[in-house]
């Protein structure tokens, strides 16, 4: 049980478009969503936390307006990476969380998706 | 705040030598949770352990120890009859006490990559 997928797991766009990558827990309600950045050979970096039908809370440094955090359902968070730049090319991932049953709520993270903004 | 120091960047070991990475954490909290995970080169995070604060027992698990020191704020992880496929990036990383919500966040320590040379 606790598996968390993402959409995609590659993706390779042009500097100005935007993208949508998608974090689902498959069989479970994930209250709260976590999105990291990782660059290349470094470590995760929290960008924002997310819980279900409320806004995310953003990590100080890291643009709202860039990186648009969406938690509409219990089991589905998407990011958009807005007006992409080479910069912005990393490795996202994400992690649910489930508060059902007693704490501590563990952290089941998805297998990430790399994204090469050319 | 919190802080998680993984000192080793980079660790190669023959394969079938015993091979310790190190972890030591900084917080205020007086309740807390460590955890170790893998990153093998595909990227997806593994998790391996879960200790909370209150729990200075040593684990053992097949060819996995760790050691957690509160007196040196160290949770140490060893690897014993290194195998190749114990090559991967380990991160150590600490989370405060969970809330309710399961919004807490975890610190990441900035990793150390493993090599094991057949």
């Known amino acids: 049980g606790a598996v968390v997928s993402q959409h995609p797991s590659r993706v390779i766009c042009k500097s100005g478009t935007s993208v949508k990558i998608e974090c689902r827990s498959l069989?479970?309600?994930?209250?709260?969503m976590f999105w990291y950045r990782q660059f290349p050979k470094k470590s995760l970096m929290l960008m924002a936390t997310?819980?279900?039908?409320?806004?995310?809370?953003?990590e100080q440094g890291v643009e709202k307006d860039k990186f648009l955090i969406n938690h509409a359902s219990l089991t589905l968070s998407t990011l958009t990476v807005t007006s992409a730049h080479p910069e912005d090319s990393s490795f996202y991932i994400c992690?649910?969380?489930?508060?059902?049953?007693?704490?501590?709520?563990?952290?089941?993270f998805g297998p990430g998706t790399r994204l090469t903004v050319t | 705040a919190q802080k998680v120091t993984q000192a080793q960047t980079e660790i190669s070991v023959v394969e079938k030598e015993d091979v310790t990475l190190d972890c030591v954490y900084e917080?205020?909290?007086?309740?807390?949770?460590l955890f170790w995970y893998k990153q093998p080169p595909s990227g997806e995070l593994v998790f391996l352990i879960r200790?909370?604060?209150?729990?200075?027992q040593n684990e053992i698990s097949g060819r996995y120890s760790w050691n957690f020191q509160k007196s040196t704020s160290s949770f140490n992880f060893t690897i014993t009859a290194s195998q190749v496929v114990d090559s991967a990036v380990y991160f150590c990383?600490?989370?405060?006490?969970?809330?309710?919500?399961?919004?807490?966040?975890?610190?990441f320590g900035t990793g150390t990559r493993l090599t094991i040379i057949p």
């Open positions: 992690s649910a969380s489930s508060t059902s049953g007693l704490p501590p709520y563990e952290q089941y």
């Open positions: 069989d479970f309600q994930a209250t709260t």
């Open positions: 997310s819980n279900e039908g409320s806004k995310a809370t953003y």
């Open positions: 917080t205020r909290d007086t309740t807390y949770y």
């Open positions: 200790r909370n604060s209150f729990d200075e």
């Open positions: 990383a600490l989370s405060e006490a969970v809330s309710n919500f399961g919004n807490e966040k975890l610190t």
